[in-house]
């Protein structure tokens, strides 16, 4: 017999290390069961633009009480764009989804996402976006720093050679310059940046699952995931 009750409408945190699948599995988990995805590594990759724009690196180094002081200047929304039915990035009014996608952002943005005013910003916009539940979140302390009370967590890992060679097969299709030694050593880098940061740093929290993808095909995983959520939603197979 079929049921009427409409299943329970719950929080779905997906976080893990750079460039395992996270924003794949999670876009399409929330095409499946019609929830929003947002990418919250998309927000500090916009803020990061931000400081690029604005000179505020000096080579590696950035302009810290500069950037404090113009945070209230910046303004990261999503849209949805019709075509793709997926939320893309805008920064005070401009579509940047494409150009915080570049090597330039990728090499910067743990040094911006390290920052304790800029994670209070962000975190508090991504608890807002998920007050009506009903959302699919993807970045590094979504199930630890927040969303604690999620109803789903899951803990994504893959080998770092593994996460290199997906990211350059990515950047390749999309027509943009990738060197794999360039772009291990980045993701090898940001891990490690991800991990010791003093504000949030990116750790598994008690009650998530844990998922190694590394020799999963993405059909494997978006079957896992489902799995879960089915069972964490009160739905019957
Ligand atoms: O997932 P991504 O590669 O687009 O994330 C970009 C950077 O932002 C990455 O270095 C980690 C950081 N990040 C974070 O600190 N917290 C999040 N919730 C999401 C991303």
């Known amino acids: 017999m079929k049921e009427n009750i409409e299943p329970r ?30 990418d919250s590594g998309a927000m500090y990759r916009a803020v990061t633009l931000y400081c690029l724009r604005h000179n505020l690196f000096e080579g590696e180094r950035l302009l810290v009480d500069e950037l404090q002081r113009r945070m209230d200047e910046i303004e990261v929304s999503f849209a949805l764009n019709p075509a793709t039915g997926r ?3 805008i920064l005070n009014g401009e579509n940047v989804e494409q150009d915080i996608r570049g090597m330039a952002v990728s090499q910067r ?17 991504q608890q807002a976006l998920g007050r009506e539940k009903g959302i699919v979140m993807d970045g590094r302390d ?34 943009q310059d990738a060197s794999y030694e360039e772009v291990l050593h980045n993701v090898k880098e940001r891990d490690h940046i991800d991990e010791t940061r003093a504000v949030d740093p990116l750790r598994r929290a008690d009650d998530a699952l844990l998922l190694d993808n590394s020799a999963m ?20 197979e």
């Not at 719950?10 to 929003?36: F, H, P, Q, W």
């Open 9 to 38: 409408k719950i929080v779905i945190a997906i976080d893990g290390y750079a460039s395992c699948g996270k924003s794949t599995m999670a876009k399409e988990l929330a095409r499946n069961i019609g929830y929003i995805y947002i």
């Open 87 to 89: 939320p893309e990035t």
């Open 109 to 125: 943005v743990s040094i911006v996402a390290a920052i304790g005013f800029v994670r209070r910003k962000l975190v508090a916009l």
């Open 142 to 175: 979504i199930g630890t720093a927040v969303f604690p009370d999620a109803e789903l967590k899951i803990f994504l890992t893959a080998s770092p050679e593994v996460r290199a060679r997906r990211r350059v097969d990515e950047m390749t299709a999309k027509g």
């Open 217 to 236: 095909t993405i059909a494997e995983q978006n079957e896992w995931l489902m799995k879960q959520y089915r069972r964490v939603a009160g739905i019957r």
